[in-house]
C-alpha cells in the first residue's frame, strides 16, 4: 500500500554535487523515520544517514560534512543532498521509510533503488 520512488541519481564528476529525492505514497498516517543506504561493489550496505519525524539526524563518519538529509513532512518525501562528491561515493543508493499505515502498525518499506556514480 505504500511505495517509495527515487529520482536523482546519475553520473557527476568528483567534487560535483546531486540530489536525491524519495517521495512516498500510498495509505500513510506518518513516516516515523527515514533514511538512505548505499551499497558499493563488493562491500556491505550502509546507512548513510537517517532523520527522524522530529528532525534528529545522525551520518556516517565517510559523509559527515558533505552530505546532509531533510525531509518535507508535508510533501511525504525525504531528500539527501550529497556536496563534494568522492569517487569512493559511488554506489546504489536506496532510501528507506519507517511508515505508520492508516489502519495497520508501523513497518519499513524500501525504494527500488538509484545508481549514483562518481568519476575521477
Known amino acids: 500500500q505504500v511505495q517509495l520512488v527515487e529520482s536523482g541519481g546519475g553520473l557527476v564528476q568528483a567534487g560535483g554535487s546531486l540530489r536525491l529525492s524519495c517521495a512516498a505514497s500510498?495509505?500513510?498516517?506518518?513516516?516515523?523515520?527515514m533514511g538512505w543506504y548505499r551499497q558499493a561493489p563488493g562491500k556491505q550496505r550502509e546507512l548513510v544517514a537517517s532523520i527522524t519525524n522530529g528532525g534528529n539526524t545522525n551520518y556516517a563518519d565517510a559523509v559527515k560534512g558533505r552530505f546532509a538529509i531533510s525531509r518535507d513532512n508535508a510533501k511525504n518525501t525525504g531528500y539527501l543532498q550529497m556536496n563534494s562528491l568522492k569517487p569512493e561515493d559511488t554506489a546504489v543508493y536506496h532510501c528507506?521509510?519507517?511508515?505508520?499505515?492508516?489502519?495497520?502498525?508501523?513497518?519499513?518499506?524500501w525504494g527500488q533503488g538509484t545508481q549514483v556514480t562518481v568519476s575521477s
Open positions: 528507506a521509510a519507517q511508515v505508520t499505515c492508516l489502519g495497520y502498525g508501523s513497518y519499513r518499506y
Open positions: 500510498g495509505r500513510i498516517f506518518s513516516i516515523n523515520a
